[in-house]
Structure formats: structure tokens, C-alpha cells
Nanobody, 125 residues
């Protein structure tokens, strides 16, 4: 089992930056691929980014490419999401997630077994 706790959300002006962290407990963090999802009010939760177990492979949804960077520190059991050039449309609750269903479609919620409770990011215009 992996328990996940997000932090780092808050209020920022458009063009600003935030770094989200996701602290993981449990011994299986290193063997789990990790992802970030977000839910805009009134919409379904959507994929943002994912990272492989070693950190050597990453994927992003098109709307955040070149602005967001996902990374992980397996020694610290922590996942990160560096968000730059933030836009009002990035306003959402951000969730970290982990899974061990290797080979699955990592952009789908169903591919993840562990979820945090989310952290709010608000970008003002």
C-alpha cells in the first residue's frame, strides 16, 4: 500500500510558478509509476503528467507541455510537479496518483491504484 499526501498548492498570479509535492509512505513507492491529475470545478478529473518508476520517462498532456515538469526523488519517497507560466485555466484541484499496472494506459485514472486527497491551485488573471 502507498499513502499519498499532496502539498504546495495555493493562490498565484497568472505567469507565476508553483511546485507541488506528493509525499508517499510505504515501501512500494519506488516500484510505482506516478502521475498528476487535476479536476476543474464542474469537470471530470483529467491527466496532467506521469513519470516512470526510475524517473527516466515522462509524459504530459498537451496543454501543460513546456510549462510543467514532473519529477521524483525515490530516496525521499516524493513526487513533484513544477508548474511555470501558470494560466487561469490551470486552476484546479491537483491529485497525485500511483500505480503498478505496468504497460497500461498511464493517462487513464483506472490505471492508478493509490490517490492523494488533492491540493487546490488557483491562478488569478
Amino acid at each position: 500500500q502507498v499513502q499519498l499526501v499532496e502539498s504546495g498548492g495555493g493562490l498565484v498570479q497568472a505567469g507565476g510558478s508553483l511546485r507541488l509535492s506528493c509525499a508517499a509512505s510505504g515501501r512500494t513507492f519506488r516500484s510505482a509509476y506516478m502521475g498528476w491529475f487535476r479536476r476543474v470545478r464542474g469537470k471530470e478529473r483529467e491527466f496532467v503528467a506521469r513519470i516512470s518508476t526510475s524517473g527516466g520517462s515522462t509524459d504530459y498532456t498537451d496543454s501543460v507541455k513546456d510549462r510543467f515538469t514532473i519529477s521524483r526523488d525515490n530516496a525521499k519517497n516524493t513526487l513533484y510537479l513544477q508548474m511555470n507560466s501558470l494560466k487561469p485555466e490551470d486552476t484546479a484541484v491537483y491529485y497525485c496518483a500511483g500505480g503498478r499496472r505496468y504497460g497500461s494506459n498511464y493517462s487513464l485514472m483506472g490505471s492508478y491504484d493509490y490517490w492523494g486527497k488533492g491540493t487546490q491551485v488557483t491562478v488569478s488573471s
